[in-house]
C-alpha cells in the first residue's frame, strides 16, 4: 500500500484547497465502519475514499458494496462516480443501470403504495392511522435519498399527534434527517424542542445523550465551540449502558467515541487550565466517554501540567485519524490552532523575552508558523507583548509596577476625602438642625453613621431649602 501511485483525482482536489491526508492513519477501516450503521456507513466511506490517499481503495470498494444494499439510488452513482475518478481502468467502477432502473422501479411503486393508503387513512379520519402514514412515508423517503420529502412528511405528523410520545417521534425522526443533509441549525432547534417536549417519555430519556450529543454536534459544526464545549460535557453516561440493538440511534449518528473525541478537542481550545480539571477530568459522567480515547485523556493531563508540547505531539500523531472523520475533518485544523495558541500564551507568561526558535522548538513546528500565531494573538489581545522582527524576539509589555501603586493610593486618597468631606457637611447640618426628618421606613443609611430620607424632595440639599425657608418665612410672619 505504501508504493501505491497516488491517483491524479488527489492532485485536482488538493489543488482545489480541500484537504488531502496522506500519512498512514491508526484506524483500520473494517473495525472503523463497523461501530455504524445505516447510511452513516457508507458517507463515513466516502469521506474516507476522497480524502486518503491511502484507504480510498479499501473505502471506496467497501462504499459501493453498502450502496448497493440499500434503495438510494442516487447516493450510489455518487459513490459510483467518485470510483470512477480514484480508480479509472477499474471494470467495478461502472454504474450498473440494471440495478438503478430495477430499484428506481421498486422505489416508485412503493411510493404509489404507501400514498394510497395515507390517502385511505385520510378518507377514515382515524388520528393514529394518519399519523403512522406520515411516517411510513417519511422513512421511505428517507431510505431512497428524497430528504425534503421526507422532512414534509414527518412534520404533517404534527397535525395528528395526540401525545407529547409522539411529537418526540417526529422531532427524532426530523433530527435524523437533518443530520443527514447537514442542516445544523434545524438540527439545533429540533433537538432544543425534543429535550423540553420529550420530559418523562421513555423513547427520549433512553437516548438523551445521544440528542445531547446531535446538539453539541450542531453547535462544533457551526463552529461554536464554547457552547459545544459545554453541551458535550453534559452528556450523561447513559449512552455508554445500552446493548445494541435496532432501536439503539448512536451508531446511525455518532458513537462514545466521537463524543469523547469532539468534547475532548471543543474542550482543549475553549476552556483554562484549572476548567480542564474541574469540568473536564473531574466529571465523573464525561471522564467514561474519555476511557474509550485514553490518548485523549493524556493530552488534556499534559496541557493542565504544562506539558504543552507533549500534548500537542499526541493531538498531532492522530491528526490523520481525525482528518478522516466525517464531521471533524473541516473543524481539526481552526481547533488545534486554538489549542497551539493558547499553549504559546501560556508558556510566554514567566518570560520578559522568548526568541521564536526556543518557541518553535517548544512546539515542534517551525519559526514562520509561530510569527503569524505570534501576531494574531498580540492584535486579538491575547498575548500582552510586542515583537522584535529584527531579532525574532517576543518581546512582553513592561509593567511600571511602582506608577501603578501611586496611581491606586491617589484613588484611595481622592475616595477617603470625598467620605470624610460628605460626613463633615452631615455634621454640620445636624448640628446647625437643618435636618427635616422623613416618615419611618422612608429613612437610609448614609457613610454608616447617619440616617437620610429616601424622599427625594427631602435629600441633603432640598431639607436645607426646605429649612431655609421655614425659618426665614417665620421671621417675616
Not at 30 to 35: D, G, L, T
Not at 38 to 64: D, N, P, Q, W
Not at 273 to 300: G, K
Not at 350 to 377: G, H, M, R
Request: hydrophobic share 35%; net charge neutral; glycine share 6%.
Amino acid at each position: 500500500m505504501a508504493a501505491q501511485t497516488e491517483p491524479p483525482y488527489f492532485k485536482e482536489v488538493r489543488a482545489a484547497g480541500k484537504i488531502v491526508v496522506t500519512d498512514t492513519p491508526k484506524l483500520d477501516v473494517e473495525s472503523y465502519i463497523a461501530n455504524y450503521k445505516g447510511k452513516s456507513r457508507i458517507e463515513r466511506l466516502f469521506h474516507i475514499a476522497k480524502t486518503s490517499t491511502v484507504l480510498y481503495h479499501e473505502a471506496i470498494e467497501m462504499a459501493s458494496a453498502e450502496a448497493k444494499e440499500g434503495k438510494d439510488t442516487d447516493l450510489y452513482e455518487k459513490v459510483i462516480a467518485l470510483r470512477a475518478a480514484l480508480e479509472p481502468g477499474n471494470p467495478k467502477a461502472h454504474k450498473d443501470d440494471a440495478w438503478v432502473t430495477k430499484i428506481n422501479r421498486e422505489n416508485k411503486s412503493e411510493t404509489s403504495k404507501l400514498e394510497m393508503e395515507l390517502k385511505g387513512y385520510k378518507n377514515n379520519l382515524i388520528k393514529e392511522s394518519i399519523r403512522m402514514g406520515y411516517d411510513d412515508t417519511g422513512r421511505h423517503y428517507q431510505d431512497i435519498g428524497e430528504l425534503g420529502d421526507a422532512v414534509k412528511a414527518y412534520t404533517k405528523e404534527r397535525e395528528v399527534a395526540q401525545t407529547p410520545a409522539h411529537i418526540a417521534i417526529m422531532l427524532q425522526r426530523i433530527i435524523s434527517v437533518s443530520i443527514e443533509q447537514q442542516n445544523w441549525l434545524n438540527v439545533e432547534s429540533n433537538v432544543s424542542k425534543l429535550l423540553n417536549v420529550g420530559q418523562g417519555t421513555p423513547s427520549v430519556q433512553k437516548h438523551d445523550a445521544i440528542y445531547t450529543a446531535a446538539m453539541g454536534l450542531a453547535l462544533m459544526s457551526s463552529q461554536n465551540y464554547q457552547r459545544a464545549t459545554d453541551t458535550f460535557l453534559s452528556c450523561s453516561s447513559s449512552l455508554l449502558q445500552q446493548k445494541p440493538g435496532d432501536d439503539d440511534l448512536g451508531p446511525s449518528i455518532m458513537t462514545s467515541s466521537d463524543i469523547a473525541t469532539y468534547g475532548a478537542l471543543c474542550a482543549l481550545a475553549s476552556l483554562d487550565r484549572s476548567q480542564l480539571q474541574s469540568r473536564v477530568l473531574e466529571n465523573s459522567e464525561f471522564r467514561q466517554y474519555l476511557e474509550s480515547e485514553p490518548h485523549l485523556r493524556r493530552a488534556m493531563t499534559a496541557f493542565i501540567s504544562g506539558k504543552f508540547a507533549t500534548c500537542l505531539s499526541i493531538l498531532e500523531s492522530h491528526r490523520a485519524d481525525y482528518l478522516l472523520d466525517l464531521y471533524l475533518s473541516p473543524h481539526f485544523n481552526p481547533l488545534f490552532e486554538r489549542i497551539r495558541n493558547k499553549a504559546i500564551v501560556q508558556y510566554s507568561v514567566p518570560f520578559s523575552c522568548v526568541t521564536f526558535s526556543s518557541l518553535a522548538e517548544a512546539f515542534n513546528t517551525t519559526e514562520a508558523v509561530i510569527e503569524t500565531s505570534l501576531i494574531e494573538l498580540i492584535k486579538s489581545g491575547s498575548l500582552p507583548g510586542r515583537l522584535d522582527l529584527e531579532h525574532n524576539l517576543l518581546v512582553a509589555n513592561k509593567v511600571d509596577s511602582r506608577n501603578a501603586v501611586h496611581e491606586e493610593a491617589l484613588r484611595t486618597a481622592k475616595a477617603y476625602e470625598r467620605t470624610a468631606h460628605q460626613r463633615v457637611l452631615r455634621m454640620e447640618i445636624m448640628h446647625a438642625k437643618l435636618e427635616v426628618a422623613g416618615d419611618k421606613g422612608q429613612q437610609i443609611k448614609m457613610g454608616g453613621d447617619s440616617m437620610m430620607s429616601l424622599d427625594p424632595t427631602i435629600s441633603m440639599g432640598g431639607g436645607m431649602a426646605m429649612a431655609s425657608k421655614k425659618f426665614f418665612g417665620g421671621q417675616q410672619g
